[in-house]
T-cell receptor, first 111, second 118 residues
Framework: QKEVEQDPGPLSVPEGAIVSLNCTYS??????FMWYRQYSRKGPELLMY????GNKEDGRFTAQVDKSSKYISLFIRDSQPSDSATYLC???????????FGKGTTLSVSS | GAVVSQHPSWVICKSGTSVKIECRSL??????MFWYRQFPKQSLMLMAT?????????EQGVEKDKFLINHASLTLSTLTVTSAHPEDSSFYIC??????????????FGPGTRLLVL
């Protein structure tokens, strides 16, 4: 079983839809959870960072962490065509150590 | 803030040649830099962890003699792919963990270097 599982999609939604992206993980020691957005042929861009369990909101983006279920989510409200990208979840157990990435979910938002 | 650059962005080379990729943190000091490789439609795979002034730590299966990493300062790390072969063609991405730039647990990524070995 891989440490981090993420449905690769692709996920296609119309503009304005609410998007839900998810990852599950197996290592209960993970404490730091991130979501990155990666456009084609570009490096990943940090979107959201969460420590331990809970919710975090930033504009149209909401990140949720449920450590009891080993499940994290990213919600995108009022999705825009510019949100079309690959979204990668990443996590680590200690500060400053390498991240373990999911495979990424490819999202396409049509206008 | 928290900008990481990579140079070059694109490299095409002949089989057997060596290629050096630079990773720089432009506006912050990075305690640690990481090198990842990403194949098409795949996730990022960690190759090595690099701390300034010390030897890099390589992941299992990554040949340290083939992928030479030098972390000369808190703002510069280099990856040299020695005697490159077509199977080394990939997208190489570096990242940096920051001091004083948001949570240290986060990493800021460079734009990546696409290597094509003919």
């Amino acid at each position: 079983q891989k440490e981090v599982e993420q449905d690769p999609g692709p996920l296609s939604v119309p503009e304005g839809a609410i998007v839900s992206l998810n990852c599950t993980y197996s290592n209960s020691a993970f404490q730091y959870f991130m979501w990155y957005r990666q456009y084609s042929r570009k490096g990943p861009e940090l979107l959201m960072y969460t420590y331990s369990s809970g919710n975090k909101e930033d504009g149209r983006f909401t990140a949720q962490v449920d450590k009891s279920s080993k499940y994290i989510s990213l919600f995108i409200r009022d999705s825009q065509p510019s949100d079309s990208a690959t979204y990668l979840c990443a996590m680590s157990d200690q500060a400053g150590t390498a991240l373990i990435f999911g495979k990424g979910t490819t999202l396409s938002v049509s206008s | 803030g928290a900008v990481v650059s990579q140079h070059p962005s694109w490299v095409i080379c002949k089989s057997g040649t060596s290629v050096k990729i630079e990773c720089r943190s432009l506006d912050f000091q990075a305690t640690t830099m990481f090198w990842y490789r990403q194949f098409p439609k795949q996730s990022l795979m960690l190759m090595a962890t690099s701390n300034e002034g010390s030897k890099a730590t390589y992941e299992q299966g990554v040949e340290k003699d083939k992928f030479l990493i030098n972390h000369a300062s808190l703002t510069l790390s280099t990856l040299t792919v020695t005697s490159a072969h077509p199977e080394d063609s990939s997208f190489y991405i570096c990242s940096a963990s920051s001091i004083g730039q948001g949570p240290q647990e986060t990493q800021y990524f460079g734009p990546g270097t696409r290597l094509l070995v003919l």
